[in-house]
């Protein structure tokens, strides 16, 4: 009888189950791994994606921001006096992106208010900084600008609002460019649907920045044994000075 019920219970036909909605967002990048070797030069990583139509038909913009880890910075504002450059203030903030970029199908005014750029930091204006200013001549924003305008100078921020190509109402794509000075550590690619000025649908997909080969050996060796590094540093440059000084001499 148990055998019976155990039988009739397998050829039973399966509960209906709904099948999901379909994601409105899909994004995904060309490479998840940014080899930085001897000689690395900057590359370009290619995202890419589609965006299906949510209630009312609407497809909506797309936004993507990459931001690098946060890493801590320190600014001094320096003053002349008497002839002589001194600093006069100091600034440090811990939650400092070590690179920020955004694209756009539009100018972000124009996908949400300033209320919904700055809940999810989307925008140089909408970072959430935390700075610490002990100076009596120079205010937080002052040295926020600062901030930025250094890291623009070494290209980690971006100075402008990427164009996000559209190749027909649904698919996207847009290109991120990694600078050769392009810390290493785990990046995040955060990529929104909006519509109406809300977001959507939101995806996150990471990106490792990563040294291989023997620049990555040199560095790792460099960071953990750093006294050590040191001393063959200083070792090696003696050398060298004596080399070339035995050289010279004879000719």
Wanted: hydrophobic share 50%.
């Amino acid at each position: 009888m148990l055998l019976a019920l155990s039988l009739l219970a397998l050829c039973a036909p399966a509960p209906f189950v709904p099948a999901h909605a379909a994601e409105p967002l899909v994004a995904d990048l060309s490479k998840h791994l940014v080899a930085i070797t001897t000689g690395f030069a900057g590359t370009d990583v290619l995202l890419f994606g589609a965006i299906e139509e949510v209630d009312g038909g609407k497809t909506g913009d797309v936004v993507v921001v990459v931001r690098g880890p946060n890493r801590s910075e320190t600014l001094r504002r320096k003053d002349r006096t008497a002839g002589i450059w001194i600093n006069s203030g100091i600034a440090k903030v811990d939650n400092a992106p070590s690179f920020y970029q955004v694209a756009s199908t539009r100018p972000l005014d124009q996908l949400a208010p300033p209320a919904i750029l700055g809940r999810h930091q989307i925008g140089l204006d909408h970072l959430d900084l935390a700075l610490r200013v002990k100076d009596g001549g120079a205010d937080t924003a002052e040295y926020r600008k600062a901030l930025i305008r250094l890291n623009q100078k070494k290209g980690l921020y971006g100075d402008k609002v990427l164009e996000i190509g559209m190749l027909s109402q649904r698919l996207f794509r847009t290109d991120v460019h990694f600078p050769a000075n392009v810390p290493v550590g785990v990046y995040m690619v955060e990529v929104y649907l909006m519509v109406g000025g809300q977001v959507v649908s939101a995806q996150t997909t990471p990106l490792v920045v990563s040294k291989i080969g023997i620049g990555a050996d040199v560095y790792d060796f460099a960071h953990q044994q750093a006294a050590a590094y040191g001393i063959i540093a200083i070792a090696l440059a003696a050398f060298a000075g004596w080399l070339a000084a035995i050289v010279f001499k004879k000719a």
